[in-house]
């Protein structure tokens, strides 16, 4: 009888079990959508992690941000840092080809691709020559603008800037863009950019390049030719603050930009920001992007 008795008392607790069981089990998943919508955010790259994190980390997670039902991938145009990023950090980043090639195997159908350069120079050249290989590989495919393609970006940059140079603005301080320079025929975007500058009012704002016109020494010498500075502010004006800006810019080289202010007579600082960090022109991008998100539906 005791056995009897067991066994109906395990019996009960069991059907008790599987009805709470039942009772208390999660909804069932819905379907996973699938997603089959992609931007592309193309940067050259940099090898230097904290400023990629924010700069071209932050303009991807602003374009993921504004458009949540897309899916955002990275692709690097430097091979030279994408083998070093996995040599020296075990991260894996994948060139224009790879990422246009992962992006078809995972079933994309719509295609953006938004870069994260400063103008339409030869890397815009030679990503356009990319994409237009996997033409027909997408259903609808669009490629973004650069950061300066209109006046307005042109206008916008300039307060961005300008706006950085207030807190130090006190007659005597110049700041002084450091760009990169290309040959390339884009090279006239810093002359433009030095233009809206002048007619905006932002009279103690500089442009210099690394590697084309305006030089360090055509900076020095516009410095020179106000005659009324004593220190000078160094930024870069580019997308990262990468090894232009902590060596180029700011190291202690006797070639560096920081060494040849100090030489001419002015007193130096470094702001060590790349322009992919600063939210406005994060904004900048995201409206490029979509635009060309716009002309999918045209």
Not at 52 to 72: C, H, L, M, N
Request: glycine share 8%; net charge neutral; aromatic share 8%.
């Amino acid at each position: 009888m005791k056995s009897m008795k067991l066994l109906g008392i395990v019996s009960a607790v069991c059907i008790m079990g599987g009805f709470f069981s039942t009772a208390s089990a999660k909804p069932k998943r819905a379907a996973s959508v699938v997603q089959d919508k992609e931007i592309l955010v193309v940067s050259f790259g940099t090898s230097y992690n904290t400023s990629r994190t924010v700069t071209i980390g932050g303009i991807e997670s602003a374009i993921r941000e504004r458009f949540p039902d897309y899916k955002v991938a990275r692709a690097f145009t430097s091979e030279t840092i994408i083998k070093k990023l996995k040599k020296r950090d075990g991260i894996v980043i994948d060139n224009v080809e790879q990422a246009l090639d992962r992006a078809i195997a995972e079933g994309i159908r719509t295609l953006v691709v938004q870069p994260t350069h400063l103008m339409d120079g030869f890397e815009y050249t030679d990503l356009k020559n990319s994409l237009a290989k996997y033409e027909g590989k997408f259903e609808r495919i669009a490629l973004a603008v650069p950061l300066l393609s209109s006046d307005s970006d042109y206008a916008r940059l300039a307060d961005i800037i300008a706006g950085k140079a207030k807190s130090f603005s006190d007659g005597h301080t110049a700041l002084c863009c450091m760009g990169h320079g290309t040959e390339a025929e884009s090279n006239m975007a810093y002359a433009k950019l030095q233009s809206v500058f002048d007619k905006k009012g932002y009279a103690d704002c500089y442009i210099g390049t690394v590697e084309a016109t305006p030089s360090i020494d055509d900076l020095l010498q516009s410095l020179k030719a106000k005659g009324t500075y004593k220190r000078v502010v160094l930024m870069p004006l580019m997308v990262v603050a990468g090894d232009h800006a902590n060596n180029d810019m700011a190291g202690d080289e006797d070639d560096s930009w920081k060494s040849l202010c100090e030489k001419a007579g002015y007193g130096v600082q470094c702001i060590l920001e790349g322009l992919g960090q600063d939210y406005d022109v994060q904004q900048i991008y995201v409206a490029h992007t979509q635009a060309a998100i716009d002309s999918l539906r045209k």
